[in-house]
């Protein structure tokens, strides 16, 4: 199932019918050629805690679709807590993540990795000087 956030007022049958292209799309699209993609994201102290306890601890996987961008500037000056740097390791042809960029209505470059993708947490750190945790990433696509 995968859900799309919109917010100029689309209807359920246009919504769905996007929802069938994406999931089309990241199925059937090219390998990507990039080693790196980010992500930045408002995590609660628990969940920070959480990818903390994670390292070296093994793999673990996303249930949702996960949107990311290839642009780390934009993923760092998004006024969030967090910012993943993801190494994409392609296990699987890189077939689990997709460039849709132009899909976007937006310019962040996004990738989008499937629900299911499997990663493993292989750092965290804390910059005071941004007031962000930097967590590094494997994600094997």
């Keep these: ?18 929802q069938k292209k994406v999931f ?3 199925t059937s699209a090219k390998p990507l050629d990039i080693d790196y ?15 903390k306890a994670a390292r070296g ?10 949107s990311t961008t290839k642009n780390r500037q934009y993923a760092e000056f998004r006024g969030t807590n967090s910012l993943c740097i993801m190494f994409l390791k392609k296990l699987y042809g890189g077939s689990r993540a997709s460039d849709i960029a132009w899909l976007s209505q937006f310019p962040e470059e996004e990738v989008l990795l499937q629900a ?6 292989d750092d965290v750190i804390y910059n005071s000087e941004s007031a962000q945790h930097t967590i590094y990433l494997t994600i094997f696509i």
């Excluded at 199932?1 to 996007?18: A, E, F, M, W």
């Design 24 to 26: 089309c799309y990241t």
């Design 116 to 121: 299911g993708v499997g990663f493993q947490v």
């Design 57 to 66: 601890r093994g793999s673990y996987r996303w249930l949702s679709f996960t």
């Design 1 to 18: 199932n995968i859900r799309i956030y919109i917010d100029h007022g689309l209807t359920t049958s246009i919504v769905k019918q996007l």
């Design 37 to 51: 993609v980010y992500r930045g994201i408002n995590l609660e102290p628990a969940t920070i805690d959480a990818y």
